[in-house]
Each structure stands twice: as C-alpha cells, then as structure tokens.
C-alpha cells in the first residue's frame, strides 16, 4: 500500500482479555518499529524489527507484551492480560532501512487502545 | 544511554519567527530527526541533521551541533496551522524520541 496501516483503529476490551494489534509497513520497508503513546505524552519505543527477527526488544513493558513479523512484512504485537495502564495509541511504524542510518520512519495513524 | 531534553510549551503569535530548542545525550550517535505531530495524528518527518550546520527546508530550518549535543528547530512566518507538538529525535541504531514541545500559535 501506499502507507503504514495498521488495524484496528479503534478497540475497547475489558481488562484481563488479551488483544492483537496489526501494522502492515510500506512495502519494501525492511525496518519495522512499534511504539506507544499516552495522551498527551512522547513516544515510548517498544520494539524494533529488521526483516524478521527483533534486535531490540527492550522497550517491552512486561511479559504480557510481545511481538512478532512475518515475511519481512506484517508484523503483530500482542498484549495478554491486559490492564488499565495498557490504554494509550499504538504506533508502528517502518523506514526502507533501519532508523539510524538517517531514513525517516513512516507513521501509521494508530491503534486507540481503550481497556475498561 | 540517552537523556534528550526540550522544552515541554510554547507559545508564538502568528506571523512571527520561533526556536525550539533541544539538547541531547546519546551513545553512538549517528543524526538527528525532528518530527512534527498534530494532536490525534501520527508524526510527520520534518528534518534530519547529521553534519553541523545549518538545513533549510522553506519556512523550517533545523541546526545541529554534534559536540555540543545541540539542535534547534526554527520556523519561520508562523501560521496557525503550526500548532503542534515538535518531538527531536537522535539516532543511534534507532531512532530515540524526546517528549515533544507542544507549541501554541496565537493569532
């Protein structure tokens, strides 16, 4: 696609459900970055990918979170058991390199994620 | 590690020329990103520095100091529609995001 996609755009769930989240990245992106953003607040980095595998997962908060991506391309962050703290707007997004080598991050528009 | 620092508001009337300013420590640096965000929007790329000096792009011009661990954001003829939050962003093996400066035109 012509964008960063990412599905739902909206989900409210109760507390302790686990939920999916889905970034689809510009095609040819090979680098895949997941973040999440409290009202109001910066953006907090989750996860990195390059191709497939994630070389820095340091910014998961806790086991409930992890993340994966599927032929270079789709990629899927999963939150299990999911708590109030857990509200916030998930952001993914991809560059045709990886960031720090000065190409910009495409953004998606999001996943509103509301945990009652 | 990385600490960045910028100013968390500001406000500018309409019109007028306004800094942002932002500071940063970084390992490994390699340049620096400054996005721009609308409040429910995703980030846009504005800028990327990795030499010293001055990049101008019309009315943003973004400056970058590697010693010093220094950057500003400058914009220029201030519209309304500037209104947003101005988040800087050192790189090192990936982009790492300060907390924004949420700027306020006024008219």
């Known amino acids: 696609g012509a964008g960063v996609s990412q599905s739902p755009s909206n989900k409210v769930t109760e507390k302790g459900k686990d939920v999916e989240l889905r970034c689809d990245p510009i095609?040819?992106?090979?680098?895949l970055y997941w973040y999440r953003q409290s009202l109001g607040q910066g953006l907090e980095f989750l996860i990195y990918f390059q191709g497939n595998s994630a070389p820095d997962k340091s910014g998961l908060p806790s086991d409930r979170f992890s993340a994966e991506r599927t032929g270079g391309s789709v990629s899927t962050l999963t939150i299990q058991r999911t708590q109030q703290e857990d509200s916030a707007v998930y952001l993914c997004?991809?560059?045709?390199?990886?960031?720090?080598?000065?190409?910009?991050?495409?953004f998606g528009d999001g996943t509103r994620l509301s945990i009652l | 590690g990385q600490n960045i620092d910028q100013p968390t508001e500001m406000t500018a009337t309409e019109g007028a020329i306004v800094q942002i300013n932002c500071t940063y420590q970084?390992?490994?640096?390699?340049?620096l990103f400054w996005y721009q965000q609308h409040a429910g929007e995703a980030p846009t790329f504005l800028s990327y520095n990795v030499l010293d000096g001055l990049e101008e792009k019309g009315r943003f011009s973004s400056f970058l100091s590697r010693s010093k661990g220094y950057s500003y954001l400058l914009l220029k003829e201030l519209q309304m529609k500037d209104s947003a939050s101005y988040l800087c962003a050192p790189t090192r093996d990936k982009i790492i995001f300060g907390k924004g400066t949420r700027l306020h035109i006024l008219p």
């Open positions: 095609s040819g992106h090979t680098a």
């Open positions: 970084t390992s490994g640096f390699n340049g």
């Open positions: 997004a991809s560059s045709s390199i990886g960031g720090g080598k000065g190409q910009p991050q495409h």
